[in-house]
C-alpha cells in the first residue's frame, strides 16, 4: 500500500447486526469503527462510517481525491436471499425441464413437520425451448430461435428484466445457451446468467440453482454498489473491491450475486489466517461469534474450499470459503420450556436486537453476559437506544430474566444460575459446529489454536475451548473488526472451477493442462481489469479434483504426475474417512485454477506495553460463583505479564472473559493469548447432578444427534450406490446399551422407528459374545428389516470393557437379487424372489472385515445380487459410519464419565415420553378403514385414555397377509406408528 499518497484507505464489513470499519488515514495510523448496520439515523452504514471516521457531516459527499481504495464485504446478497427480495427471473430451460428445479433432489428439510413448507422458488417464470445437446457434444434436438425470440418478448413486456438460461450439458457444451444469451441482450433484458458462465460443473439441478441466484442476485447488487458509489464525490476515479465467497476480491464489474453470499464471513477466514500466521500459528479452528450467528472454519496450512453449499433452501454450486454457520449468536434467542434450556435458531437481530438494546428485544445470549457480568455496560460501545448513543441497560435485562423465573416458580433457580445455564447450551452449539468442521473429518483439534473473532467471541473464547479440549486460544488486538481488516489483507484475485470425467492415467494429462491452461488465462484476465498487475505479482493455484470411480467424494490435490496425485489422494482419503482403496481407479472429476495478484499491506505496530494495572474490579459470575475480577484495558497491558483468571480485558470492540482456569499473556503484536493452566475439567461440575439438569439435558441431546449426523457425514460420503451418495436413502442412529433408540440424524422415518428391532435382534441373539471390534449386518423383516434392500450394520460399543452403547447405519443397497433389479419386485410372492436375505451375522471380527463370507452371501440363493462389488462398498461406508459413530460415544464417555453419559441416555428417554404423553392428552380416539387396489383392507381403530395419557392403535380387522409383496412387516408397521406420534409432539423429537 502507498501511504505517500496520503490516503485513506477504508476496509469494511458490512454485517447482519453490525458494521466494521478499520481505516488507514493519509498518516498511516490505524482507526477503527462500528455502528449498527441498519438505524434510522443513516441510509448506509458504510457510507455513514466512513463519513465519521473522516470527520464529515452527514450525507456529505466522501472526496473520492482523498480515498485511495474501498475493500468491502456485504451481507446485501445474502439478506436478499433469505428475505426473498431479488429481482424477478425468468428461467429458460429445454422442453420436459420446466420442474426440474422445483423438484431437486426430493430432499425433505424437515422430516418430522406436519406442514411442510418448502421455499420459495426464486424464478418467477419458466419456459422450456424447443433445443437439446447430448452428452457427447452432438446437436440431438436444433435449438428453436424462433420460439426463444417470442418467449423473450413476452417476459420482457411483462416486465421481467433478468434472464437464466440453464441447458443439459451446458456446462461442456454452451452453444444453445450463447445463441439464447445473445437474443435476451437484443430484447433488452439487464441481466443475463448462463450457466456456463456462473457454474460450469456437472449437475443440473445445482447449476440451474446457482444461475437462477445470480440472476436474482446480481441486480440487487448492481443497485446497492450504486447507491453506495454515490456516496462519493467522483465514484469514476474511486478504486471499489469486493469480497468474493472465495475468499478473493474482486472489482464492482466481476461481482456477482452467486459468488457474494459469503462475502463477509470470507473476508473473516482471510482475516484469521493471515495474522494467526503472523503470529506462528499454523493450525487453526476459525471462530467468529457475532450478533447473529457463529462461523467455524478449519485451516492447517491452505485455505478448505467446497463447491456446493444451501442457503435458504437453495443449492449452490460456487467456489467458497469452507466455512459453517449456526445459529448461535449473541443475539440468539433464549427459551426455556421447564424441561429443558435453549439458545436459539431465531435471532433478535439488530432491530430490536437483545433486550438489553433498549428496543423491547427478548432475551438472548449477550443478556446472559450481562447478568453475568461479563459485559460490561459502561465499558462496551454506546450504540443503542433511540439515539443511538446509550448505554446497555442491565436492567432490562434483569427484568425479562426474573419474568422468565417467575414463569416456572417450581423450579427454584437463581437468575444467574439460569443465564449460566443458557450460556452453557450456546457454547455447547458453538462447539459441536466446530466439530463438524474438524472432529468430523477426522483432524484432532487438541493441538490446534482457537483462533476467536467477532464481537462476541471473546465472551466464550474460554468455554469453547474447553468443550473442544483445545489449550490455547488467540485474538488479535482487532479480534471484534477481524472481518473488516480480512478485507484488507486478502488479495485481488480470481478463481475458475470446471467439471471434467476422465480417468486418471498418463493418456488423459494433456487434456487436463490445456484446460487448466485455458481456466489461467480466463483468470488473468479478470484479474487485469480489476487491478493492475503485471506476472511478478501473480501467484497461481493449480489443482485437481479427484474421486473414486464409483463414489462422490472429490478430493483436491495439486496438478502433479499421476502417481504422485493418487498418492496425495489417498492419504487425503485415509485421514477423512479412515481408509482408501489400494488399486482402485480414479477418476478426473474437478479442476481449479485460482490466481492471485500479491498483497503486501504494511499494518502499522498494534503492540501495547502499558503500566498493566487493572482498570477496575467488578462481581462477575464465574465457574459456578460470583468472583471478584480485575477488569483490564487492552491498550493498557504490560508487555510479557501474565494474568491469571478470573479476568476481564475490554477494548473498543471486544470483551475478553478468562476463565478461572485460565491465564492471558500479550503477544508481541498486541494480541492475546489465552492457555489453560490445568487440565480440562469442565465436566466435573455436572457428575454430581441430582435428576436432570435442564442445561446438560439439552447439551446431551445435542451431542447425541450430533453424532448420528457425522455417521451420516461418513456413509455419504464414502458410499458407492447413487442410492445412498445422492438419494440419501440411509440412516444413522445412536442406542443405548439395551438397543432404546437414543438419538438419531434426520434421515428416513421408517429406518429410524425399525432399526431399534434390528439392534435388539443382534443383541439377543450375540448377548454372550459380543466384543470390542465386532460389527454385524442383517436385513431380515422377521428381524427389524423393512425390506431386504436396506441392509443394517451394527457396531457394539464398549467402555471400560462393558458394552455401553450400539451405533448403527441402514443403507438401501441398489440392488440385492430378486427376480427383478431394483428395491420390490412388484411380483414377487415370496422373500426369497425379493433377494438374499440376511439374518443376523457377524461382519467384522477383531476389526477384520469379512469380505469373503459377505461376498458368499450375496451371490447364494435362488435370485443373487447382481453387484456385489457395490454391496460390500456400501457395507465398508456402513462400517466407516458406524467407527466415527463409537469414536465420538468413546470422547464423550472419556469427557463427562460413562455413567453420566448413560444416565443422560435415560434422561432423554423421560423427556421424550413426557413429549408424547403431554400429546396423548390432548387427541381423541377414532377409526379409519381403508381399501387398496388389490381390495385388501387396512383397518385402524385408536384408543385414548386422557387421564393415564395412554392410546392404544389396534389393527384389527385388517386383512390378513396377502399372497403378494402388498404387505408390511411389523417392524414397518411399528415405525409408521411411532412417526405420527413423533410429529404430533411438534418439537425436536430426534432423540429418542
Not at 616 to 639: A, I
Not at 741 to 759: I, R
Request: glycine share 10%.
Amino acid at each position: 500500500m502507498d501511504r505517500s499518497a496520503g490516503k485513506w484507505q477504508f476496509w469494511i464489513d458490512r454485517g447482519g447486526t453490525f458494521t466494521d470499519l478499520v481505516a488507514v488515514d493519509p498518516n498511516g495510523s490505524m482507526q477503527v469503527h462500528k455502528l449498527l448496520s441498519d438505524s434510522p439515523l443513516y441510509d448506509d452504514a458504510a457510507a455513514q462510517g466512513m463519513r465519521d471516521l473522516m470527520g464529515l457531516a452527514p450525507n456529505e459527499l466522501i472526496p473520492s481525491d482523498l480515498v485511495d481504495a474501498v475493500r468491502m464485504g456485504t451481507t446485501v446478497a445474502t439478506n436478499a436471499l433469505l428475505e426473498r427480495k431479488g429481482e424477478p427471473v425468468l428461467l429458460l430451460v429445454p422442453e420436459g425441464f420446466r420442474d426440474a428445479l422445483r423438484i431437486g433432489y426430493q430432499n425433505r428439510p424437515d422430516i418430522f413437520a406436519l406442514d411442510v413448507r418448502l421455499p420459495r422458488m426464486l424464478y418467477q417464470r419458466v419456459e422450456e425451448l424447443p433445443g437439446r445437446m447430448g452428452a457427447d457434444g452432438k446437436e440431438l434436438v436444433p435449438l428453436d430461435l424462433d420460439c426463444a425470440s417470442i418467449v423473450l418478448k413476452e417476459a420482457f413486456t411483462e416486465g421481467l428484466r433478468s434472464v437464466a438460461i440453464v441447458f443439459m450439458h451446458g456446462y461442456q457444451y454452451p452453444q444453445h445457451e450463447k445463441q439464447v444469451a445473445d437474443l435476451a441482450r437484443k430484447a433488452g433484458f439487464s441481466r443475463v446468467s448462463c450457466s456456463h458462465e456462473v457454474s460450469p460443473l456437472i449437475r443440473f439441478v445445482s447449476r440451474g440453482d446457482t444461475t437462477v441466484v445470480d440472476a436474482y442476485l446480481s441486480p440487487v447488487l448492481r443497485r446497492y454498489i450504486d447507491r453506495f458509489s454515490a456516496s462519493f464525490s467522483a465514484p469514476e476515479r474511486t478504486r471499489f473491491f469486493f469480497m468474493q465467497s472465495s475468499g478473493g476480491l474482486t472489482g464492482s464489474r466481476h461481482f456477482r450475486g452467486a459468488n457474494a453470499i459469503l462475502s463477509g464471513p470470507a473476508g473473516g477466514v482471510v482475516g484469521v489466517v493471515r495474522t494467526c500466521e503472523e503470529e506462528g500459528f499454523d493450525k487453526i479452528v476459525g471462530f467468529d461469534m457475532g450478533g447473529t450467528s457463529t462461523d467455524v472454519c478449519h485451516y492447517a496450512g491452505e485455505f478448505e474450499r467446497r463447491i456446493e453449499m444451501e442457503i435458504a433452501g437453495v443449492r449452490l454450486s460456487t467456489p467458497s470459503m469452507d466455512i459453517h454457520t449456526v445459529a448461535a449468536g449473541g443475539g440468539s434467542v433464549l427459551h426455556y420450556d421447564g424441561l429443558h434450556y435453549s439458545a436459539g435458531p431465531d435471532s433478535a437481530g439488530a432491530d430490536p436486537g437483545p433486550a438489553c438494546y433498549r428496543n423491547g428485544g427478548p432475551l438472548t445470549v449477550t443478556d446472559c453476559n450481562v447478568l453475568l457480568g461479563k459485559i460490561q455496560p459502561d465499558l462496551f460501545p454506546c450504540l443503542f437506544g433511540k439515539s443511538g448513543d446509550a448505554a446497555l441497560d442491565e436492567s432490562a435485562t434483569r427484568l425479562a430474566f426474573r419474568a422468565m423465573q417467575q414463569e416456572y416458580p417450581d423450579q427454584d433457580l437463581a437468575l444467574e444460575e439460569m443465564a449460566a445455564g443458557f450460556l452453557k447450551v450456546a457454547v455447547n452449539n458453538m462447539a459441536l459446529a466446530i466439530k463438524k468442521i474438524s472432529v468430523g473429518r477426522g483432524y484432532d483439534v487438541s493441538a490446534y489454536t482457537l483462533a476467536c473473532y467477532g464481537g462476541a467471541a471473546g465472551q466464550h473464547a474460554c468455554l469453547v475451548a474447553d468443550e473442544l479440549g483445545i489449550r490455547r486460544a488467540y485474538l488479535h488486538p482487532l479480534a471484534g473488526v477481524l472481518s473488516a481488516l480480512g478485507m484488507g489483507l486478502a488479495p485481488v484475485g480470481a478463481l475458475r472451477r470446471k467439471s471434467l470425467l476422465l480417468r486418471l492415467a498418463e493418456e488423459n494429462l494433456g487434456v487436463v493442462e490445456d484446460s487448466l491452461e485455458r481456466m489461467q488465462r480466463e483468470c488473468l484476465r479478470e484479474l487485469e481489469q480489476s487491478v493492475d498487475v503485471d506476472a511478478a505479482e501473480v501467484s497461481v493455484s493449480r489443482k485437481v479434483g479427484l474421486a473414486y470411480a464409483d463414489a462422490e467424494t472429490v478430493i483436491y490435490v495439486s496438478a502433479a504426475k499421476v502417481e504422485i496425485m493418487r498418492q496425495q489422494f489417498e492419504r487425503n482419503h485415509r485421514l477423512r474417512f479412515g481408509f482408501f482403496k489400494p488399486g482402485v481407479d480414479l477418476q478426473l472429476r474437478m479442476l481449479e485454477v485460482n490466481v492471485e495478484a500479491a498483497t503486501e499491506q504494511c499494518l502499522p505496530p498494534l503492540a501495547v506495553d502499558g503500566d498493566g494495572r487493572p482498570h477496575s474490579c467488578r462481581q462477575v459470575y464465574l465457574g459456578g460463583r460470583w468472583r471478584r475480577t480485575p477488569v483490564y484495558v487492552r491498550t493498557n497491558l504490560k508487555k510479557n505479564e501474565r494474568i491469571d483468571g478470573p479476568a476481564l480485558i475490554v477494548d473498543k470492540t471486544d470483551t475478553i472473559v478468562v476463565e478461572p482456569e485460565w491465564r492471558a499473556s500479550l503477544t508481541d503484536k498486541g494480541g492475546i493469548l489465552l492457555n489453560r493452566k490445568d487440565e480440562n475439567k469442565a465436566a466435573v461440575a455436572w457428575r454430581e447432578q441430582a435428576g436432570p439438569d435442564p442445561v446438560m439435558l439439552e447439551v446431551f441431546s445435542r451431542q447425541f444427534v450430533s453424532i448420528a449426523e457425522q455417521m451420516g457425514e461418513v456413509l455419504k460420503n464414502s458410499a458407492q450406490s447413487v442410492n445412498i451418495r445422492e438419494r440419501l436413502d440411509f440412516s444413522c442412529a445412536v442406542f443405548d446399551a439395551a438397543g432404546q433408540l437414543v438419538a438419531n440424524a434426520p434421515h428416513v422415518p421408517v429406518h429410524l422407528g425399525s432399526m431399534g428391532d434390528s439392534v435388539q435382534a443382534v443383541i439377543n441373539q450375540y448377548r454372550h459374545s459380543l466384543q470390542p471390534g465386532q460389527a454385524y449386518i442383517l436385513n431380515s423383516p422377521y428381524k427389524g428389516g423393512t425390506h431386504l434392500p436396506d441392509i443394517t450394520v451394527v457396531s457394539p460399543v464398549f467402555i471400560d470393557g462393558q458394552c455401553a452403547f450400539h451405533v448403527a447405519s441402514r443403507g438401501h443397497h441398489a440392488d440385492v437379487g430378486g427376480i427383478t433389479p431394483g428395491s420390490m419386485p412388484p411380483f414377487s410372492r415370496h422373500i426369497e424372489q425379493e433377494g438374499v436375505l440376511i439374518e443376523p451375522r457377524l461382519l467384522v471380527s477383531d476389526n477384520v472385515f469379512d469380505e469373503a463370507g459377505l461376498r458368499g452371501l450375496l451371490k447364494s440363493g435362488p435370485y443373487p445380487a447382481r453387484n456385489p462389488d457395490q454391496n460390500i462398498a456400501d457395507c465398508q461406508a456402513q462400517l466407516a459410519a458406524n467407527r466415527k459413530g463409537v469414536a465420538e460415544l468413546e470422547r464423550l464417555s472419556a469427557q463427562y464419565g460413562l455413567h453420566v453419559v448413560q444416565q443422560y441416555m435415560g434422561y432423554i428417554h423421560d423427556f421424550a415420553e413426557q413429549s408424547v404423553r403431554r400429546v396423548i392428552g390432548r387427541l381423541g380416539g377414532g377409526r379409519a378403514r381403508v381399501q387398496l387396489d388389490n381390495g385388501a383392507l387396512v383397518c385402524v381403530a385408536i384408543t385414548v385414555d386422557r387421564e393415564n395419557k395412554q392410546a392404544v392403535v389396534d389393527f384389527s380387522g385388517t386383512s390378513a397377509q396377502q399372497d403378494n409383496n402388498f404387505n408390511a412387516p411389523l417392524p414397518v408397521c411399528r415405525a409408521v406408528v411411532l412417526y405420527v406420534f413423533r410429529t404430533l409432539a411438534g418439537q425436536d423429537m430426534r432423540v429418542a
